[in-house]
């Protein structure tokens, strides 16, 4: 068994078609320089749905879930400020927001 302490923050959301692009090339920037800047972070990953140009997810690494869930609430209250209008009026909706524990982690060295 192979597995490291961390705990993952998934999220799978879709932006509206009319700001995806504003959204990929500054807004998202803006949202996760504010995230990197909490207690606890250890990476964020941006992906892009290959079926679909307006899903999206981001994959956090936290060093615990205490620390992640800290950070979505403050996050939450932050983003009544006026400085997120334009992060939060791009949603369209969010599909999946949930924290994870590895289980296990299988690489092909290990075959």
Not at 20 to 48: A, C, N, P
Not at 83 to 105: A, G, Q, R, T, W
């Amino acid at each position: 068994m192979n597995t490291e302490k961390y705990i993952a923050e998934l999220v799978v959301y879709k932006i509206k078609p009319e700001t995806t692009e504003k959204y990929t090339t500054e807004i998202i920037d803006f949202f996760r320089k504010l995230v990197m800047s909490f207690d606890g972070f250890i990476s964020y990953e941006f992906l892009q749905s290959c079926k679909d140009d307006h899903t999206f997810m981001d994959l956090v690494l936290w060093d615990t879930l205490e620390n992640a869930e800290i950070t979505a609430k403050k996050v939450k209250e932050i983003q009544k400020g006026d400085k997120f209008k334009d992060y939060i009026e791009s949603f369209e909706k969010v599909e999946i927001f949930n924290h994870f524990k590895p289980i296990n982690l299988w690489k092909k060295a290990d075959l």
